[in-house]
């Protein structure tokens, strides 16, 4: 089936530095969306993209679509303690098709 | 609105017990589903449903339930508790599969002992 690889699996960085996310697939990709998950909490959508070579921001987050849409990335710059929490994407196969959830990152920041 | 409200919030079973996770939606969403979190884990398909009267399985659909008689309503049902179904449980909802946000509620922690 469907697998989505999440690199890496955990990060700690010192607050004001930089920290970013990756997701690779096999196949090629309808879409692919971000999620964010604080601490005890439930995912909470970020962003969702679609077009190839798509670059989309959010105050200090960059969300990358590759051009082959086969890869994703999310960057963020400068973080905050806020950041804290585990970013996950979620890929579509084909539109309609069921979003499968990579593994996650979890982003620890030290203040 | 209130979003994808779940109860319980926590709920510990015995071995062998079953019980219902109420999941409910205000969004008029047709899509819903169920996902299952273990610690340092993603978030794994159980079951969901593309609309009242239809369910289908996800990846991993054994030893639950589901039904949908409502836009609204998607409850799980667990028949025969197991030590593995220890987990947090997330419903969640959507208006149209894949490419759209997921709407996921606060989640029900379950332990089975």
């Known amino acids: 089936g469907q697998q989505v690889m999440q690199i890496p699996q955990y990060q700690h960085v010192q607050e004001g530095e930089d920290f970013t996310t990756y997701c690779n697939s096999s196949?090629?990709?309808?879409?692919i969306q971000w999620y964010k998950q604080r601490p005890g909490g439930h995912p909470v959508f970020l962003i969702q993209l679609v077009k190839s070579g798509e670059v989309k921001k959010q105050k200090r987050l960059t969300f990358q679509f590759g051009e082959a849409k086969k890869n994703s990335s999310l960057h963020i710059t400068a973080t905050q303690t806020t950041d804290v929490g585990t970013y996950f994407c979620a890929e579509s196969m084909e539109y309609g098709n069921k979003l499968v959830f990579g593994a996650g990152t979890i982003l620890r920041v030290k203040s | 609105n209130a979003g994808v409200t779940q109860t319980p919030k926590f709920r510990i079973l015995k071995i062998g017990q079953s019980m219902t996770l109420q999941c409910t939606q205000d969004m008029n969403h047709n899509y819903m589903y169920w996902y299952r979190q273990d610690p340092g884990m993603g978030l794994k398909l159980i079951y969901y449903?593309?609309?009242?009267?239809?369910?289908d399985k996800g990846e991993v659909p054994n030893g639950y339930n589901v039904s949908r008689s409502t836009t609204e309503d998607f409850p799980l049902r667990l028949e025969l508790a197991a030590p593995s179904q220890t987990s947090v449980y997330f419903c969640?909802?959507?208006?149209?599969?894949?490419?759209?946000?997921?709407?996921f509620g606060n989640g029900t922690r379950l332990t089975v002992t």
């Open positions: 969640a909802s959507s208006y149209i599969q894949g490419n759209s946000p997921l709407h």
């Open positions: 449903s593309v609309g009242a009267g239809i369910t």
């Open positions: 196949t090629t990709l309808s879409n």
